[in-house]
């Protein structure tokens, strides 16, 4: 093992991590004597211990007994757990913040207007939104991480004799549509068996329509949804539409004129805005492990204040239903769209209005919505109940960066849609988001987005609400970077000097970041630091944990990050795996973390 390490003190350093990872920290050898006799935790203490301290209260002595078990061979007497096998097990696999067994748990049997929805952006390309490649590979990884909705910008080819994939008026290079669909057909359901939304972005002529409908309609055949009727009162549910392939976009148009105008505006536009300092550089060239999300506290939202919503909104292409041009559609594409979507004329009070006889989908940049919501917020979330508002990242973020999704999330928008093939702080959030539900790609929203109060009022999302619960959060330590990482990574000299960052993101005044002070030259940090957050909206409240390498002269490092949905923590004490900045898993980087909910 010597010979792993390089600088001068590894040898005395290893020895003394070698023996310090049978340390349990002082709370947890508290507990161990409190829940133990003559050193050894029989099934009837551990019981004890997961109903008083987990919260497990559906623990019987034959749970613990099997926990027993799964740790005999760390130790000789079978009767119970010793405390360096307590520790073990509150330190394994066997220990997640997130219980594996509830897999999905949420009612599927509502409208799909009532559910997040796990959503991509320009779902085919391979980086930058610029220069990058097209390609199905990126489709094929979002689906197995369980996204759902797959957009697709669909052009027609050099010889206007097929239709090709990408990112029209860019250097990136196209893919063929039918292999994107081949793509999705045969991983959509890889992850989840809730259906998949592929949303088209249509920038073709009438015969081209007819040969997308032909594509899709052989491509997928019996798992195609097509509606029965152009428009229906209520979107059907996950669980009616269980392994099926939905289309969604526009009623078609032969002429793209319009379209052609709304890029170029929305262009000057972004340009003439003058606010993209803050997020125009790639995620990690300001700092090393990305961009910090940003703030919804007033900042990004009160730039706007000057700024007429309904201009930007007439700056879109413009959907009615007695536009003319659609005499020239391909009748057998427009049949496939299960989930209409356009902009209606007269800008934002009309594109918000409720049909009682037809639902719809609306979309905004991030933007357009973070103006909406200085004065019509309200509005946006009544919308949401019945019909889907999708929210796209601003064509400034060519470095295929991502926002805040809690701007969409609490104002009830389905379909935040996020560039899925980058990394940062923002899609960490996403990530988080959709961790919960068994990973199944649709979370149900919280009740009081979907509510309607006697007087017809809905939730407001500038409000300020009372506390509803507090969360205490306990750092321990941490173990496995020795494992994951080379000797060297972190420092050429001496090894690494951990802290641990802590904190919500959530609705505004939930939304807070806190660190424990950093631990020298160890491999094994014990911190012992106990944090608490006030939540008034635990319903929108996601956990962010994140492991950094303090360094005095340069950018400090990386080490590991995760985030939870907090309405699924599990109470207690828990061990936390952490994931790189692209979302992967570390085989052994994991934190030991205790969670306590204080009722107010």
Not at 52 to 75: C, G, L, N, Y
Not at 118 to 130: D, F, I, P, R, V
Not at 227 to 235: D, G, I, Q
Not at 339 to 364: F, N, Q, T, Y
Request: negative net charge; contains cysteine.
């Amino acid at each position: 093992m010597t010979s792993k390490q390089t600088y001068s003190v590894c040898f005395c350093w290893r020895r003394r991590f070698k023996l310090a990872l049978a340390e349990a920290p002082s709370e947890i050898k508290t507990l161990f004597n409190e829940y133990s006799e003559n050193e050894l935790m029989t099934p009837s203490h551990l019981k004890r211990f997961l109903v008083d301290v987990q919260r497990q209260e559906k623990a019987t002595e034959e749970d613990a007994q099997a926990i027993i078990d799964s740790f005999r061979h760390f130790h000789r007497r079978g009767a119970g757990l010793n405390l360096e096998t307590f520790f073990k097990y509150l330190f394994s696999d066997d220990n997640p913040p997130l219980l594996p067994s509830h897999g999905v748990h949420h009612d599927m049997t509502l409208p799909l207007s009532h559910y997040f929805i796990y959503t991509g952006h320009n779902s085919y390309l391979t980086g930058n939104q610029l220069s990058s490649d097209c390609s199905d590979v990126p489709i094929i990884n979002a689906l197995k991480k369980g996204v759902r909705v797959i957009e697709l910008d669909i052009w027609p080819n050099a010889s206007k004799d097929s239709i090709d994939v990408l990112h029209g008026r860019t250097l990136t290079t196209p893919v063929e549509l039918i292999r994107c669909l081949r793509s999705i057909k045969d991983h959509a359901f890889v992850a989840s068996e809730y259906p998949v939304v592929i949303t088209l972005e249509d920038h073709l002529t009438p015969d081209l329509q007819a040969k997308v409908a032909e594509m899709v309609t052989q491509t997928f055949g019996d798992i195609l949804f097509t509606p029965n009727s152009e428009s229906v009162k209520e979107f059907p549910s996950p669980e009616s539409l269980k392994k099926r392939i939905i289309i969604s976009t526009k009623p078609p148009k032969e002429y793209l004129e319009a379209k052609e105008k709304e890029k170029g505006d929305d262009s000057q536009h972004e340009k003439e805005k003058g606010d993209d300092s803050e997020h125009g550089k790639a995620s990690g060239e300001d700092e090393a492990w990305g961009k910090e999300v940003p703030s919804l506290k007033g900042g990004t939202i009160e730039d706007y204040k000057d700024n007429n919503v309904d201009e930007d909104l007439n700056d879109e292409e413009e959907f009615d239903e007695s536009d003319k041009s659609h005499h020239n559609e391909a009748p057998e594409y427009r049949h496939l769209i299960a989930i209409h979507a356009g902009k209606p004329k007269g800008g934002l009070v009309e594109c918000l209005k409720v049909d009682p006889e037809k639902v719809r989908r609306l979309s905004l940049s991030e933007q357009q919505l973070e103006k909406a919501a200085i004065n019509y917020g309200q509005q946006i979330v009544r919308f949401t109940q019945r019909n889907i508002l999708r929210v796209y990242p601003k064509g400034t973020r060519i470095d295929s960066s991502n926002y805040n999704p809690l701007i969409g999330w609490m104002h009830g928008a389905q379909m935040v849609a996020f560039n899925m093939q980058g990394y940062g702080r923002s899609l960490w959030l996403m990530h988080g988001m959709f961790r919960a539900n068994g990973g199944c790609g649709y979370v149900k929203k919280p009740n009081f987005l979907l509510e309607t109060g006697p007087d017809d009022e809905v939730f407001n999302p500038k409000a300020k609400l009372p506390v509803k619960t507090t969360l205490k959060v306990t750092v321990y330590m941490g173990e496995g970077w020795y494992y994951d990482f080379k000797h060297t990574h972190f420092d050429q000299y001496s090894p690494p000097d951990f802290y641990t960052r802590v904190g919500i993101a959530g609705v505004p005044n939930d939304t807070i970041m806190k660190r424990t002070k950093a631990i020298e030259d160890n491999w094994l940090p014990t911190w012992n630091e106990a944090f608490e957050f006030p939540l008034t909206v635990p319903e929108l409240a996601l956990l962010r944990v994140e492991v950094h390498e303090y360094d005095m002269s340069e950018k400090d490092d990386f080490g590991g990050q995760t985030c939870l949905p907090i309405w699924e923590l599990r109470s207690g004490i828990r061990a936390i795996p952490l994931h790189s900045q692209k979302g992967d898993k570390y085989n052994t980087v994991k934190l030991l973390m205790r969670f306590e909910f204080i009722n107010n």
